[in-house]
């Protein structure tokens, strides 16, 4: 197991170098400046080179090297070691400066967000994004599982029907659409909660609600496939023959089973929801890292796409690991 | 089975965690929704409108414009009063005895400071020219560039503090000598201008110009060893380091949250503040804009762009139908729009606002002798251009697809909103002339036209615009089309490498002068999107550069404008832009219909809520018969 955890975390940094370099080619040939306002002015010439100049925009390799020795923090021990940090800190406050701030792995400044540093704008938007994942995550998992289970009882009731029906609803039904329903029911028809709604414990519950539906729908349909082969297997029968209790016989010896192919699907399904929805987010105005991915996008601010992108390249790594572990914990007979 | 609920346990506690960690601030007096979270709090950097309106609120310029007078009136700001030479070059302005939000008081320094900031290539201002207003700035910022260039030829491979240092110096120094600011005392600047600017004075109060407390700011200041460049460690603009000069002071920040103010105690005019704290949160979605004021959490939503707007608009106009008798009585006093919809009866369907806006959507015409494909541009003929012009019925574009009150616009600038500048009276939908011109031109009946191309972005409704012109040009003129849809990044390169035949574009107009829409149009000028290139046009513009009699300058801009969209068309006006706001005026006051969207709000004040005046704003009444844009 921890040979396992040790060879995962030596890997992310490659895997990391490799998203990296396939990020920055594609996003570098995004048309366009990304230092001008899309509707507005468009600056002086002298102005945009000088900007280019002082953001490495001019060479690709150029940006391609100073970011990676930004981003790994290489650069930060290379300045800590050879003392040029600490000979700057006393220039800067030998001239009555403020210390210039230092970030081990600085992912660089917002180009669309000239006040923001990628790693200040992460830092606020992803806790809120994995909170609202892990609601929708243990929503969707409270959901999809009852609704499985009770599918498999009887497969091709009415309850299996329904059940199916509904899931099927809950994949296909684009979350804006949800979204914007809910809002309109509990705040605006009801007065319950609130726009924009973050900040208070109780607003997390309606864009979780959203953002898990999907993820319910396929969790209950994997749950009630593994349900229903469990439930037809010889140790299930002999458990029944001993007159063992039918909750006991679902939920701790056919369900214990029937749970792995969703904890496998709960990897992905979680860094995916953590990292945020642009949709959900929009919708229900929540300050999370969703709208980042698009927006960064679309105005081409480099650094942020990257940073972006490696916060999500890591969670997948990361919860991949965490599922992993969690799959031997559960069944030691995996290797 | 129950070990695996431990980790989920351990999830659950760590939302609960997060959730708790982040506890929302109490509500605010007054909440509203600016258009986009802010790009920048830096004054010299700034260029979108919701920047500049959270700047109006923290900060103050030189002068600024009453946006309760009817000709916006510039009136006194950080300077209590100023002298203008007769020859309009010298400007000077006398300081009030102002303090920062530190305590600290306001100097002629701090200005300049800010100034110098602005004109260096290094900090990237959009607005750069409007301080180059002023004698030997374009002079500073070249020398500047070329000071860099030089350094970083000598210094690229080994840095170089000391140098560095010694630049800075240097250019410090260079400031002083080219730039023709000055402090002549430690209440007064003296200004002096490349070319008399009559417009200057609206200028000046523009947020390029805010100051900046240098004794706070410079220490946030580095050097880059290996190129010399200048840079400000972004936390300047972070409360509580960032301290300004305004009614409010930035309380709290929270990135793509919520922006928090809170009054100043050291503001100079304290009666003027009608609230003592303010938020704006970010929120982006136009639905969810809308939603959050009918549920109350927002007082004002700046810009009103849900898909529903348009049923809106209908509902206030059934409104003031069902109330005719009262409405017509008011109106018939000259009062404010505004304060019309105070004084009629309560109903949510009067909180929609509809104010005409300094901002016309047009298209381009690509003007360049040859097309991107080599083949020869009939657009390049402006018997063309103006052919296809008066083939538009702009009409089923306002009333029938945009539905929200815009007038159809005939020339560029909005008429009406310069006071003395007499708009010329453009061209109108006349599709036989239209017939004749094109024919004159070379293509009866479209026989030989090559097939258009409209170049337009996927939102904002282009499509269904570009739809209408293709199909009057079809139905008049026989011209074939195709419509070109691009991401708005790909779009802005098309435009600029003239990459395109026809495309949407819009202008809004910065200052209060007509050269604010005519410069773009002016041969080679960076956003001269249309390759347009006329020789008398630009004769025109910089006579009235050098003209010094006012009315003599603005008869010479109508003439250029003249030129513009009743002969050589190097774009073709649609519709004059609205801007469109939510609130109740029954609840608020202080929100202003300025056309250019500018907005003091400290002067916003709530009724009933025991802070400020509580006393009604509005724009004087206007004598009847006076012109007034009607009310959608």
Redesign the interface.
Known sequence: MLGLIIRRLIQLPIILAVIYTLTLTLAWR????P?????????????????K??YRLDSFWSFYWSYLDNASGLKYLRDSFSGRAAAQAL??ESA???P??RIIFDLG?SL??????VN??IA??L??S??LG??A??IA?VLGIAAGVAGAIKPNSTTDILTLAIALVGISLPTFVIG?AL??IF??LL?WG???S????VD?ILPAITLSLPFAAYIARLTRLGMIEQLQSDYIRTARAKGVSEPAVL??HA??NA?LPVLSYLGPAAAFAMTGSFVVE????I?GMG?HFVNAV?N?DLFLIIGVVLIYASMLVLFNL?VDV?YR??DPRIE | MLRLLIPFALLAAAIIAILGADRPLPRADFTFINRGDVTTLDFQQMSWQQDNRVARIIAEGLVAADVFSHDYTIVPAAAERWEVSPDLRTYTFHLRDAKWSNGAPVKPGDFLYAWMRGLLPDVGADYIGFIQHIKGGRAFTDWRSAALADFARKHAESPDPAAADDLWCETKRKFSELVSARATDDRTIVIELERPTPYFLDIVGFVSFFPLCESVVSRYESLDPASGRIKWNQDWTKPPNFITNGPFKVESWKFKRDLRLRRNPYYWNQSAIGVDTMSIPTVEDPVSSVMAFETGAVDWVSDVLAPFRTEMVAQKSDFYKEHKAEYDALNAQGLDPIEIDRRLPPDPRKNIHVFPAFGTYFWNFNCSRTLPDGRINPLADPRVRRALALAVDKHAIADGIRRVGEHVAPTLIPPHSISNYQSPKGLGFNPDEARRLLAEAGYPDGKGFITLDLLITKDGGHELIAQTLAKDWQRILGINTTISVQEVKVFRERLKNKNYMISRASWFGDYGDPTTFLETCRTDDGNNDRAYSSPKFDALLDRAANESDPAARFRILEEAERLLVEEDLPLLPIFYYVNMYLFDANKVTGISSHPRGIQLLYHVDMFNDGKGSNAPLALPPLKPGTHDEPSP
Do not use: C
């Open positions: 995004i048309p366009g400046n230092l001008e306002n899309p509707e507005g002015r468009r600056p002086a010439p002298e102005v945009v080179a000088a900007m100049a002082q220039a800067a009555g400066h403020a210039p701030t400044p669309q967000y000239r006040d923001q540093r200040n704008i606020s938007a806790p809120v994995m909170a892990a609601t995550i243990l998992l914007a809002l309109l705040p605006v007065g609130r726009i924009p973050w900040g208070r414990p997390i939920f701790k369900l214990k749970f929009r919708v229900f105005v300050p709208q679309q081409k965490i969690l914990w559960v």
